[in-house]
Every structure is written in structure tokens, then in C-alpha cells.
């Protein structure tokens, strides 16, 4: 059991036990329909899945992270229930609809955290617009540099990924069997059995994205094209041990080159910590936010 930062606080409801409704919300961006979580009060942490996924890949995070926050968790055009973007779906389009968002919403700074896909996005609002993005969170993100080999595998694998999940028997399949996601969701977690079966049944009907062939090229673009050195404001990056998509070293090499950098590695964990370890996730970007106001 970890230890609460500031003093005694009480546990954060599980977020089976939440009513989700009140909170859920959508707004037209560039007449573009987004949809949005925006829950608990503090200073605004924004939520970015990786690809295929959806807000709700962050339901184990947001109960504990709202206690000092105010969590707004958004799917990205064209993945869960936002509409997508015209081809070719760039990434910088992608951080220039989460910007417009955060300004309809109010929203002058954050802290943006992006998982994989999601941390190109938060790189490129980063670069962007430093008065909005104060600080990053990069968890396993797609942003770290990695050679062209294992890119061209990566998005290879990500396009088959993307076929197989047109199939609707087969999201079906993921969301209610466990055997059947120990193998499609081996490359994305150490151990796909973690993913409970309340949590699959929120994600896995979700993962036919039409955002998704866009986005895999789009992002391997990103990758390219990433520096850095670019970054001015403090980051936070957060790995699993065991990460098949985004090795480890690549965390180690983007520390170093970025300016103010801190490293979390977990073990035991592969691609998707903030649900293979939420507790030591949540508990990383708390404290990190907790020394760096937004």
C-alpha cells in the first residue's frame, strides 16, 4: 500500500463505482465533434491515449489522479467517439484540436501526458504552445528517437493490428475472453491477464478506430521527425522494464537529450503501465506535478 502524498487523505473510489455519465461530455472542435472526460478540480491534467485506444484506457488513473487534479482524458480525433480528422491526420493537427479544446475549456496551462501515440501529440502542443503546456508526461511514448528497422516493424505490426481489429467478432472475443487477449495484446503488455474484465469491456469493443491507418503513418512521420532538444519545460518519462514497442534504452537516450528530464522505470511492466501498474504510475506523476505547478 503506498503512502498518500499530502498527509491523510481518503482512498479514491474505484472506477467501476463512479457514475462516468455527468462527466462525459463532447464540443465541436474545427466542426469536429470531440468527446472528453473532465473530472475532478486542481490544476488541469490532460490525458492522451496511444493509438486505438480511447479515454477509457485511463479509468485505473483518472479516481486517483483527480484528488489533486482536474483530469480531462480525450479521445483523439478519430479514435473512441471523436470524429476524425481529414487525411493525412498529421500529428500537429492532432495537438492543434487538443489546444482548441483546452481553450473552449478554459484551460491557459497543464500538464499534458501522452502514452505512446498520445506522447506525439503532447510533443508537438509542447513545442507549439509553451504558455499551454507547462509540463509533458511521456509514458512509453512515441516520441523517443529508435532506428528505422525497428520503426518499420512497429508500424508494420500496428497495420495488421488495425485489419484484424475491423473484424467485430473479434473485438468481441478481446472484451470477453482472456485467452484471446493474452495473445493480441502480448506486444502492448507483459502480461495481458492484468487488464481486468470490467476494464476490457469498456476498451476492447473501441479499438476499431477510423483514425487508425492515418495515425499509424502520421506517427511514424512524428517519429522522424522528432528533436528533443526542442523541449523547454520539465518531463516526466515513464516506462515499463519490458517495453516491446518502445524499448527501454529509447527512454534512457530521449533523457538525456532532453534539457529537464526526470526517469521512471518500472518493473514488471511492458508498453501500457498506466494499466499494468497504476498504482507506481499515478503515484510518479503525482509527485512530479506536486514540485511543478501548472
Not at 467478432?169 to 475472453?177: D, E, G, P
Amino acid at each position: 500500500m503506498t503512502q498518500p502524498l499530502f498527509g491523510e487523505v481518503a482512498p479514491a473510489p474505484r472506477w467501476v463505482d463512479i457514475d462516468w455519465g455527468p462527466f462525459i461530455h463532447n464540443r465541436l472542435v474545427n466542426e469536429r465533434r470531440i468527446r472528453y472526460v473532465d473530472y475532478g478540480s486542481g490544476p488541469a491534467l490532460v490525458l492522451l491515449h496511444g493509438m486505438g485506444a480511447s479515454w477509457q484506457w485511463w479509468l485505473e488513473n483518472i479516481p486517483t489522479l483527480s484528488r489533486y487534479h482536474r483530469v480531462i482524458a480525450v479521445d483523439l480525433p478519430g479514435f473512441g467517439n471523436s470524429e476524425p480528422l481529414p487525411p493525412p491526420a498529421e500529428m500537429w493537427a492532432h495537438a492543434h484540436t487538443i489546444s482548441e479544446l483546452l481553450g473552449q475549456l478554459g484551460v491557459r496551462s497543464a500538464t499534458v501526458a501522452g502514452h505512446s501515440m498520445g506522447g506525439l501529440v503532447a510533443l508537438e502542443m509542447a513545442t507549439a504552445n509553451r504558455e499551454l503546456v507547462r509540463n509533458l508526461v511521456l509514458v512509453g511514448a512515441g516520441g523517443v528517437p529508435m532506428t528505422e528497422r525497428h520503426l518499420r516493424i512497429v508500424l508494420v505490426m500496428l497495420r495488421f493490428f488495425c485489419v484484424i481489429l475491423r473484424l467485430r467478432f473479434v473485438r468481441r472475443v478481446l472484451a470477453t475472453k482472456p485467452s484471446v487477449r493474452r495473445v493480441m495484446l502480448r506486444a502492448a503488455f507483459r502480461d495481458p491477464d492484468v487488464m481486468s474484465a470490467e476494464l476490457a469491456a469498456q476498451t476492447m469493443p473501441l479499438l476499431n478506430a477510423p483514425g487508425f491507418i492515418d495515425a499509424v503513418a502520421a506517427s511514424g512521420r512524428a517519429v522522424r521527425a522528432c528533436v528533443p532538444e526542442k523541449i523547454c519545460c520539465p518531463v516526466l518519462l515513464v516506462w515499463g522494464e519490458h517495453d516491446r514497442l518502445s524499448p527501454v534504452h529509447c527512454a534512457r537516450d530521449m533523457h538525456e537529450r532532453l534539457p529537464d528530464s526526470e526517469l521512471v522505470v518500472l518493473g514488471s511492466a511492458g508498453h501500457t503501465v498506466p494499466i499494468e501498474r497504476p498504482e507506481q504510475f499515478n503515484d510518479a506523476v503525482l509527485a512530479f506535478t506536486a514540485t511543478r505547478p501548472a
